[in-house]
């Protein structure tokens, strides 16, 4: 079973509901910027996502 790269904002934004699920590491990350640019107008380097909010599942 391929690993996934999860990120659930909730759990570093309350009350935001945004869910990334990703068998593609960079994917998600590029994903999650993406979001927490634009939504919470935070720039995340990719080891800030790594280490602080991606999960693997």
Known sequence: MAQAHNLD???AAVGCRFIIQSED????IELAKRH???VHG????DEELRSE???IV
């Open 36 to 38: 927490m640019r634009d």
């Open 9 to 11: 904002c909730e759990a």
């Open 42 to 45: 935070k720039d995340c380097s």
């Open 53 to 55: 909010h991606l999960r």
């Open 25 to 28: 590491e960079a994917e998600a």
